[in-house]
Nanobody, 116 residues
């Protein structure tokens, strides 16, 4: 079974940084398209970034461009999201997702709260 486990969330002040991790088991992440998706209270899910099987980041949400960096460590089978210059509007639960022919797998999510 595919299992995705996110970590690294927390509470930070505006302008701060966090690094999210998503460690996978039961699957080799370098073979698949993966995304970071966030869900804020009262809002629908929003894709933040996406990386293809070649390791190319093919999408960033406009509001995070220049502030967030997605990357992957194939040896650790782990996906990352480096988040800098955080804003209150980045507050959300952040999920990693993995797309296979069988469907999309989701992690349990990690809470990011940006507040002074």
């Amino acid at each position: 079974d595919v299992r995705l486990v996110e970590s690294g969330g927390g509470m930070v002040q505006p302008g701060g940084s966090l690094r999210l991790s998503c460690t996978a088991s039961g699957v080799t992440i370098s073979s698949y398209l993966m995304s970071w998706v966030r869900k804020a209270p009262g809002k629908g899910p929003e894709r933040v970034s996406r990386i293809n099987s070649n390791g190319d980041v093919v999408y960033y949400l406009d509001s995070v461009k220049g502030r967030f960096t997605m990357s992957r460590d194939n040896a650790k089978n782990t996906l990352y999201l480096q988040m800098d210059s955080l804003r209150p509007e980045d507050t959300a639960v952040y999920y990693c997702t993995l797309d296979r022919m069988e469907g999309r797998s989701w992690g349990q999510g990690t809470q990011v709260t940006v507040s002074s």
